[in-house]
């Protein structure tokens, strides 16, 4: 037991977790008779996983308010340091004894909605939450490369191996990451877009690095000439630009807003469907501006700042100390939830799962926190909504109605 159990914790740290053994953990956490051998092993996962810094202590503190608010035969001890002494009053002992600290790695290993597994007997379903949800294949379409004739290539199908593209020029993909191993003569502008669901990676003739979030597209030059490097983007790409002072690194951004690069890693964030473009810098030094603004309103962000562009003529804000690796962590496969408003959350699970959100009433007043995994099917997302008290209607798979 305690050696399968490890080997099952050690497949969901490495993202390799199947549906099968998602099962098989749960039936093994739910054996109160294998208490014994449980509890040390999710201690030690739960090291691992504050080591990693997954979670906040603050965000520790929300989600056992929100867990005990939740259920009945709950009580505070006097001790609410997280993961010191926190205990959820149950019957059964298995929950009883556990500690916040191993409750939370549990919960992290079933996809965040682990609470509900383990209540689901004893309590009553909430009022509209749906029970049984059928499983959705992800990104049914394909990470497109269309070529300067209009021709185009499905490029996640593409294993390691070259392609002979339009005039000569040769492309490759190694290790899932599209690069040009020689461009032809002629000027060509290629667009690389992704579609719901689906992220990739490229890289630029001059050694940028570009991961594109899924629903996003990058248009540019397979060659860079002339005296900048001019590229457009939509929806959310993360970049690391090479660095040439003497060729400027330029992108324009969908609703005007344009980024003048110094040598740096930034993100943009330009979905259609977001109020304002957010264009956040991780490393050196970026020039944002909006079109026809004067050079004076141009904006010189430093690391950690952020800078949003709207449309309309307002002038440019710009925030300090934004948490940049919460702001990409799309690019690491995760979720991060922490201070996001529901309505943005929401958003970015349905570009992600392919579905489409509707509200029945007003927007509910639910705060949701913590990380959650991109490669979790979208029923254990469900149950993570549902045990942050957020009540909804799945219909045909592909509408998720909230309800009041």
Known sequence: MNSRLKHLLERWSNDQFTDAERQE??????????????????????????????????????MIKNILDRYPGRKLPADKEAGKGMYVGHRNPLIRKWSWAVA????????????????????????GIVQSVTNEQQGKSSVLLTLSDGSQVLLDTVKNGRITLQGGTVAKVTNGVFEYERTG???????????????????LSDGTNVWLNAESSIHYPVAFTGKERLISVTGEVYMEVAQNPSVPFRVAVNGGTSVEVLG????????????????????GAIRVAMKGSERAAYKLLKPGQQ??????????????????????????GVFDFNDVPLEEAMRQLARWYDVKIIYQQTIPKVQLGGTIKRSLPFTDVLYFLSNVGLHYKLEDNRTLIILP
């Not at 030690?44 to 504050?50: L, Y």
């Not at 259609?272 to 810098?281: A, G, M």
């Open 185 to 203: 003569s002629e000027v060509q502008y290629n667009t690389v877009s992704t579609p719901k669901g689906k992220q990739f990676q490229l890289r």
């Open 264 to 283: 740096t890693s930034f993100n943009v964030n330009a979905y259609d469907n977001e109020q304002s473009v957010r264009t956040t810098l991780l490393d």
């Open 25 to 62: 953990l749960i039936d093994m956490l739910q054996s109160a008779s294998t208490e014994q051998e449980i509890i040390p092993v999710l201690e030690d996962m739960w090291e691992k996983i504050q080591d990693e810094g997954l979670f906040s202590e603050a965000r520790q503190q929300t």
């Open 307 to 332: 800078a949003l562009t709207t449309t309309g003529n307002k002038p440019i804000q710009v925030f300090d100390d934004v948490n940049a690796a919460s702001v990409v962590a799309w690019k690491n």
């Open 104 to 127: 939370s790695s549990v919960a992290l290993i079933i996809g965040i909605g682990a609470y509900y597994l383990y209540y689901k007997k004893q309590a009553a379903t909430p009022s």
